[in-house]
């Protein structure tokens, strides 16, 4: 006890009533602490003595400022408190020993820093995992004095201890952040060990100085984010293009991030075989990185609340009157720790938003490599539009995460600290506040389990709307021919409507929660008060504004948490089934199969890549010039290459819309013989051809040399290729039924295809004296394909370039919005938002006047009064705050499904060559994202900035009328905050623009490649198209990181200036407080009020504008989706109404037609005149890209004719109502189509006819048996007819046009997927069940038109000849004769 006495004496030894002793906090918080830390620093240094040489590391610039300068800084303030307490000694003063203990050992400790800092293995002491943790936990240890400091009204001190609590935090994070830098820097080095090696010493220290340099430089940039001064340089004066970007650091290269999420997601799976989580293995990639950052927010959320204190501390020098020095000194540390803060809150969110940056970039590649490796049947759990929302919605969503669990815990931290402060300020009366806290803790999870719920069944519907709308875009052409994109509208608008419904109970749920957080502050202030009051306790200004000051600190973390609780809650016959067993795509129920070596891949639909014709074919491979000339002329390509502007770096536009069936096919085909792999897999590839092109190709392409030594597997039904074979396998629904060579075929019972004898056309008629024998004589009747090819620059652009607007959004937009909103709404919401402002302004300035009275002791009312006006305020500012929550809601799900409803209506009124002209990819971005943000990121950022404006309003207000000299900043600091948001606007809307562009090729990419994946594992060019798809996501990190970079660049700057106008204000309250000016600037009351705003106006000013850009930059998906309200519309109107049961008869007559695709594009139907009486059954043969399929596009009115008239019955069907005339034709695309839903709807979707009517059609198609096979009417068709062969769909839609029964039957190319006895059933069905209806076949096939009763010959858009067909083939100079003889195949 002697000893304790001596320590401490007159001092109890560990509490001394209220909080820790000053003995206590000095002995063991102070001197304690400092021991054990300058013990484990000589220990270390001991033990790494004898360390090896190669261990030994440079330090650098920032290192010697953090490991030098800052100790030194901190060993000085030190010493200067031991200097104050020996001039004390000297001066009479008894200096208590426990206060020389704390302050030696305070100054040895750093003197210790210092020393070791000099050795050179520095970096193993100071980097010890050990010491970094211990450097945390002292700064822990060292808040109880922090706080002892700030309850003394002594300034210098106060300074004094916050720099050296400040000096020590930042040494802490500073040694924590560097470890884990070398630690990353040293591995990257490891690959280079040999040049570090080779070098001499004089180059090593030369390097290291210039590298020290650009190291300060580049931490100098990093912290004021100088790097986007270039760019917004470049964005005010012109309109941003991607070269203009910040370049990309490596570390957020997708390459990378891929790769360290890949590596960790493979040791998860070798770990957790059985249960592989993704969550663990991004915590393994991100988990360290992402933990360390948690320190810097811990000691910025410690920071925020050092603004309070010292607040307190100075309205209290203000009203006990203390010594002027102290008084500023208080003031400028206050705009000090703005400043200070403003660095740690700029530089945590920039590393925050590096970590998301580098988590999207990372799930985004692993979903696509997933996507590019998985096989078709694995991948069909999942629907595709499931698959396109993992990419566009949920990985933003996962990524968001990384925001919800940091404050999980930081909220909580702040609330506490909050609260604690709070119970120095007024004791217990804040349990009346915690109380209201409390309670509404369980209501907010509550709701947040209900928005939860809502989200989930939202997201769902979301899913499936985004699917339908993918159906709808890929199948427009079609569904516009059979006149159904007003049932399919319907479908997507009952999907719309369910997903609403749930979006609405989220919105709604949402306004509850604003309103509890919006008016916690509020009830928190009256109740705390009122209870303080009550208990019998004086309000002073120190108490109340500091209180106020610590109510708007709690305003954050409090309206937050319920989000972070949220966010953490989101969170065939067989033949084409037998190549895709072989490669893999099918799922091998039992058996084994073999291959072996390279493979390459044509499937029956040819799969073109969005790019150039010399893309296309070399698919990742290098560009051999003769082999691929060689290629070219065996596919027949060549020539239409040659008369393509820019030859073979043509752009195909997705799906190849603008080459022909034909051209599509030879591409495809050109691409496998080029990769010369060693199994060539071809799916049909002769069907989509005319007989002509087919036999060249045989000949030269699948039989010629480039395939010698080649195994070659065809699924063909083309007598001229299995007669060719080696050996022929025939398959019968999924079965084998026979194998062998060409010879035994003829002779079993399968070789029944329509006799070979038909396909050759009695050679003794057909064959000419000079018969085609060789391919050199073939080759120059080939007449290239016309039918889409580009004859200009101008027209070479089939897709359109996305546009993007330049400058500001305009006011336009805005208003359009208000319009989807309501106009009333808006007026509603604004009209509440001004009140509730003013009711907020209200409530304080009431306080300020309870305060003056109670101070001056001249109180006209009792403490009961005041208490009823604070609380009618407080009801007052909840109700509005209520109105204004709901009506925000409700306009926001307005506008969400006024904006959905017209951009449906746009859509499915657009003519088809809007589609061709705009990817699916880039208008399915304003159908998912795009409405994704109008449906929530859009209001709730709206709503954040209306909260912001009349805030800023309102405090504007009240320190103008609290302090008048503030009015002289409203003016320099209005021009100045004018100046830098126009400077940073015009860069960040060009920057969301370009955000917004660079999403649209990573859809597009992915959903082409979600497409042709099989063709993709097949020629195993997995990689090149996933380097292909990184380059898509670098440009898209890019955009955003330059974003990133730019936001943060105009926070920083804004609450510099905020903490100068706090500094300001603080300063003339002093001045005014101490007689400064002539005139008294307030009361006490209103000077602690003016402080107590000034404090929040460094965040609002930054948020205010950070809100505004926001909310323009969300406004670009408005503009958006409003660019695609101006598309061009079909003229659906028409002047004559047509009759239920027109045509009757079917009589067809063209009239010198003339059609062109595109101003710029030459005719693909000149002059066309014929006629087609009723009932007669035409079939059209020419070329490909003749311009067969322009004849049914014209009739169908998907393309407008430039000249002529169309008359169907004597009606000119260009006065018919565009979707009255589709509704009353009948046919059957060349693309069979069929979607996600009951086969009986997809055959009957309107519901009009009976089963026994469905069934007959079914089976006059030969189809009846698989469909029985399959589960009849009500089985669920998977998207895109996937549970049905491709053939199997084309008979599927020809009995959907029988069952139409109209007198018009147009058949397009239909048959081109069956085999040929099929087709010739098919055309007995149809010469039989037609009788009566006029049918329009367009084929490829001479045998399929042989019994009609008239045949059109086309060329180059003009009709050459035309008549009975028997009647043309004995013309041996007829086109048709000629076709003829080529179809000898």
Excluded at 1045 to 1068: T, V, Y
């Amino acid at each position: 006890m002697g000893f304790l006495n001596f320590i401490c004496p007159n001092s109890p030894t560990v509490w001394d009533g209220n909080s820790f002793s000053k003995c206590f906090e000095n002995m063991v918080f102070g001197f304690g602490v400092n021991v054990v830390t300058i013990v484990m620093i000589v220990t270390l240094g001991l033990q790494n003595k004898n360390v090896r040489r190669n261990q030994i590391s440079r330090m650098h610039i920032l290192e010697k400022v953090f490991l030098l300068f800052l100790p030194a800084l901190a060993a000085c303030l030190s010493f200067y408190d031991i200097f104050y307490l020996l001039k004390a000694v000297l001066q009479g003063h008894t200096i208590v020993h426990h206060e020389w203990f704390f302050r030696w050992s305070q100054f040895m400790s750093w003197m210790t820093i210092l020393l070791f800092s000099k050795c050179e293995y520095w970096s193993l002491i100071f980097f010890n995992r050990v010491l970094c943790f211990w450097w945390i936990a002292k700064s822990f240890l060292e808040i109880p004095r922090l706080q002892t400091s700030f309850l003394s009204l002594e300034a210098i001190r106060c300074i004094k201890e916050s720099c050296s609590f400040v000096a020590g935090v930042t040494f802490g994070v500073f040694i924590n952040v560097a470890r884990i830098i070398r630690g990353s820097t040293e591995k990257r080095k490891l690959g280079s060990l040999e040049d570090a090696l080779l070098s001499d010493g004089k180059d090593l220290e030369e390097n290291h100085i210039r590298d020290s340099d650009r190291t300060v430089h580049s931490y100098w940039h990093l912290l004021t984010f100088k790097s986007i001064n270039s760019v917004m340089d470049l964005g005010v004066t012109k309109q941003l293009d991607f070269e203009d970007l910040i370049q990309l650091p490596h570390e957020l290269n997708p390459s990378h991030c891929h790769s360290t999420l890949l590596r960790c997601w493979a040791a998860e799976e070798t770990k957790y075989c059985t249960d592989p989580s993704l969550f663990r293995a991004i915590c393994y990639a991100y988990g360290w990185p992402y933990m360390f950052l948690g320190l810097l927010k811990v000691l910025n959320d410690l920071i925020s609340f050092v603004g309070p204190l010292l607040l307190n501390a100075l309205i209290r020098f203000l009203q006990q009157g203390s010594g002027h020095f102290d008084g500023y000194l208080l003031a400028i540390s206050l705009g000090l720790t703005s400043t200070f803060k403003s660095f740690l809150d700029t530089q945590y969110s920039f590393h925050l938003a590096k970590i998301k940056l580098k988590l999207r970039s990372s799930i985004m590649t692993v979903v696509y490599r997933k996507c590019l490796y998985v096989s078709l049947a694995n991948r069909s759990k999942f629907s595709e539009g499931e698959v396109q929302t993992f990419m566009s919605i949920d990985a933003d969503r996962t990524v968001n995460l990384c925001n919800s669990f940091h404050d999980m815990w930081s909220l909580p931290l702040q609330i506490v600290v909050a609260l604690y402060l709070l119970y120095t300020q007024v004791k217990f009366a804040f349990l009346a506040g915690l109380t209201i806290t409390i309670l509404l803790i369980p209501v907010n999870k509550w709701i947040s389990t209900l928005i939860a719920s809502a989200t989930e069944k939202m997201m769902k519907q979301k899913d499936e709307r985004i699917k339908r709308a993918g159906e709808f875009l890929t199948y427009i052409r079609t569904l516009k021919m059979y006149s159904w994109e007003l049932l399919f509208a319907n479908r997507l608008i009952e999907t719309r409507a369910s997903e609403v419904k749930h979006l609405s109970t989220r919105k709604y749920l949402d306004a509850w929660c604003v309103f509890f957080w919006a008016t916690t502050p509020t009830l928190f202030s009256l109740s705390t008060f009122g209870l303080f009051t009550l208990m019998g306790h004086p309000l002073d200004a120190a108490t109340v504004f500091t209180c106020v000051a610590l109510f708007n600190t709690l305003i954050s973390p409090l309206n937050a948490f319920p989000w972070v609780i949220n966010g953490l809650i989101d969170v065939g016959s067989g033949k084409s089934s037998l190549l895709n067993s072989i490669l893999g795509e099918m799922l091998l129920v039992h058996g084994s199969i073999y291959s072996r070596g390279s493979i390459a891949y044509v499937s029956q639909v040819p799969w073109i890549l969005s790019g150039t014709i010399r893309d296309n074919i070399l698919f990742g491979k290098d560009y051999d010039a003769k082999r691929y000339a060689d290629v070219l002329q065996a596919c027949a390509l060549d020539v239409d290459i040659s008369l393509m502007v820019g030859g073979d770096l043509s752009y195909i536009g997705e799906k190849g819309l603008n080459l022909s069936g034909g051209q599509r096919a030879r591409l495809a085909l050109a691409r496998a013989i080029y990769h010369g792999a060693d199994v060539c897999m071809l799916d049909d590839v002769l069907s989509a051809v005319d007989a002509q092109v087919a036999r060249w190709i045989l000949r030269n392409a699948i039989l010629g040399h480039l395939m010698d030594q080649k195994t070659q597997i065809l699924c063909t039904h083309n007598v001229q290729a299995i007669s060719s074979a080696d050996m022929i396998v025939v398959m019968d629904r999924g079965h084998v039924k026979w194998t062998g060579s060409f010879a035994d075929f003829s002779e079993s019972p399968y070789a029944t295809i329509p006799s070979m004898e038909d396909s050759k056309i009695s050679s003794q008629s057909l064959r000419p004296k000079n018969s085609i024998n060789s391919s050199s004589e073939l080759r120059p009747n080939l007449i290239p394909e016309e039918d889409c090819i580009t004859l200009s620059e101008e027209a070479q652009e089939a897709i359109e370039i996305e546009l993007r607007k330049e400058g500001t959004v305009e006011l336009g937009v805005y208003k359009s919005y208000a319009t989807f909103s309501s106009w009333k709404i808006v007026i509603v919401i604004s009209l509440s938002a001004i009140l509730m402002q003013a009711s907020r302004n209200g409530n304080d300035l009431w306080l300020s006047y309870w305060v003056d009275s109670t101070g001056s002791h001249r109180t006209m009312y009792s403490t009961g009064f005041y208490l009823v006006i604070l609380c009618i305020f407080s009801v007052a500012n909840s109700l509005i705050t209520l109105a204004r929550a709901f009506s925000f809601a409700f306009g926001g799900l307005r506008a969400a499904v006024q904006v959905h409803t017209k951009l449906l209506n746009k859509l499915i009124n657009a003519p088809v060559i809007f589609f061709d002209q705009n990817p699916s990819g880039r208008i399915l971005n304003r159908l998912s994202s795009d409405l994704y943000t109008i449906d929530d990121s859009l209001p709730f950022i709206l709503n954040i900035l209306l909260a912001n404006f009349f805030s800023l309003v309102g405090i504007a207000i009240v320190l103008s009328y609290a302090q008048i000299l503030f009015l002289l900043l409203l003016l320099p600091f209005g021009y100045i905050y004018k100046k830098l948001q126009f400077y940073y606007r015009s860069t960040s809307r060009e920057l969301r623009r370009l955000d917004s562009v660079s999403r649209s090729p990573i859809y597009a990419s992915f959903t082409e490649t979600l497409d042709g994946s099989s063709t993709i594992r097949a020629f195993n060019a997995k990689e090149y198209f996933f380097t292909r798809f990184t380059e898509h996501i670098a440009l898209y990190q890019q955009t955003s990181y330059s974003e990133i970079i730019a936001s943060l660049w105009l926070s920083l700057r804004l609450q510099l200036i905020a903490a100068f106008i706090n500094s300001f204000i603080a300063i003339m309250a002093v001045v005014g407080c101490r007689g400064g000016f002539p005139v008294n600037f307030g009361t006490p009351g209103l000077v602690g009020l003016a402080l107590s705003y000034a404090s929040p106006i460094v965040s609002l000013m930054s948020n205010f504008l950070t809100s505004y850009t926001e909310t323009e930059k969300e406004m670009v998906s408005i503009e958006r989706v409003l660019q695609y309200m101006d598309i061009p519309q079909e003229e659906l109107c028409g002047c004559n109404s047509l009759h239920p049961d027109w045509p009757t008869q079917g009589y067809i007559k063209f009239e010198h037609v003339t059609l062109r695709y595109r101003p710029s594009l030459p005719a693909a139907l000149h002059d066309v005149s014929f006629n087609i009486a009723a009932g007669m059954q035409v079939g059209i043969v020419g070329r490909t890209g003749a311009g067969k399929s322009s004849v049914i596009n014209a009739l169908f009115r998907l393309t407008p004719i430039c000249g002529g008239q169309i008359l169907v019955d004597g009606v000119n069907i260009a006065d018919v109502a565009v979707r009255d005339l589709r509704s009353h034709l009948s046919v059957v695309p060349q693309s069979p189509f069929l979607f996600d839903g009951p086969l009986r709807d997809n055959l009957d979707p309107f519901g009009e006819k009976s089963d026994i009517k469905i069934w007959e059609a079914l089976e006059k198609c030969h189809v009846k048996e698989e469909v029985e096979a399959a589960g009849g009417l009500d089985i669920h068709v998977k998207e895109a007819g996937i549970s049905f062969s491709v053939g199997q769909r084309q008979l599927i839609c020809l009995a959907r046009a029988l069952l139409k029964s109209s007198k018009i039957l147009c058949l397009d190319e239909c048959t081109a997927n069956v085999d040929t006895r099929t087709a010739s059933i098919l055309q007995n069905t149809i010469s039989s069940e037609c009788k009566g209806m006029t049918v329009i076949t367009i084929a490829h096939r001479i045998s399929v038109v042989m019994k009609m009763d008239n045949v059109m010959v086309l060329d180059h858009g003009i009709l050459v000849e035309q008549g009975r067909p028997e009647v043309l083939l004995q013309n041996e100079f007829s086109r048709f004769s000629s076709f003829a003889k080529a179809s000898t195949m």
